[in-house]
């Protein structure tokens, strides 16, 4: 299998004003990863970790300021977009947002065909449509109605059928379930499977919380403060977690694994993620991790492959693990 997207050393900075001064933000700062053509990877880490910033810089809805993205081989970073618009797509946490509200459903689903392809027949952009529709449970009468007449399951569904009307190779899903009731999430989620493999998509799935990702995903990303902290396949991470923040967002997880919770020592993370404005030196991570010490502050712990794509970035993952 080859990758559909690679991410390397991405880096997303932006320049804000505060009480008169400009200030860097380092939202993404150094980020690699790949997602294979059909697989989902999921990306976890607590609200302002930068996730959304990866993911908008990736379909080039923010601007990088290093690295490179190759999707499909093609390197995309700076290139044209418009060959690559119909292959790649994101939806959203808060589809209300994101869809027009003076839109009927029709007409949102077959946008992307309207602009993409103008010169399809009516009959067959119709078609189309409808098909989308019944992909993502809905029919033919929801198509005259408007976004405000739906529920919020409903609406991510209308979204995730307008992504998809073009023939799309992957898929952006940031954080698509969080605003959703449990039941509501557990049938998207199903649903996005169900698609994946019917057409072979591959999905980068946001989320803050690792338990949603983990029935989805066969590989999870953790990243913290725009740095990811460590990735492996979904099975062994929540097994075996090395680094001290994947450890602490799984102890957070309020029913945890029984295997884990008998195994593992629970850890609590004190306070919120710290600016990344004024970032902390060395490790990130380094000033909320209950087992840091002097090395931590001194220099950034480098990413390690350690085997099997199990990649780890902590100064003393050995002694804990
Ligand atoms: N357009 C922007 N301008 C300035 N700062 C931004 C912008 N977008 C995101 N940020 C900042 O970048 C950091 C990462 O944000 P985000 O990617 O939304 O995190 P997450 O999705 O993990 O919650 C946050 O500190 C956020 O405030
Ligand atoms: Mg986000």
Redesign the pocket.
Known sequence: MSAILEVEDLKVH?T?QKSGHKHI?K??DGVSFFVERGETVGLV????????????AIVRF?KSNGGKIIFDGNDITTCDMKPYRSRMQMVFQDPYSSLDPRMSVNDIVGEPLDIQSPEMPRKERDVRVLEQMRLVGMNSEHLSRFPHEFSGGQRQRISIARAMVTKLDFLIC??PVSALDVSIQAQIINMLMDLQEKFGLAYLF?A?DLSVVRHISRRVVV?YL?HIMESNTAEDLYEHPLHPYTQALLSAIPVPDPRIGRTKQRVVLKGD?P??INPPSGCVFRTRCPHASEVCAETMPQQEDIGGGHIVACHKFRALA
């Open positions: 932006f804000v933000v939202a993404v880490g607590e609200s302002g970790c930068g996730k959304s910033t990866v993911g908008r923010n940031d954080e946001i803050h990243m725009g993620v600016s990344p």
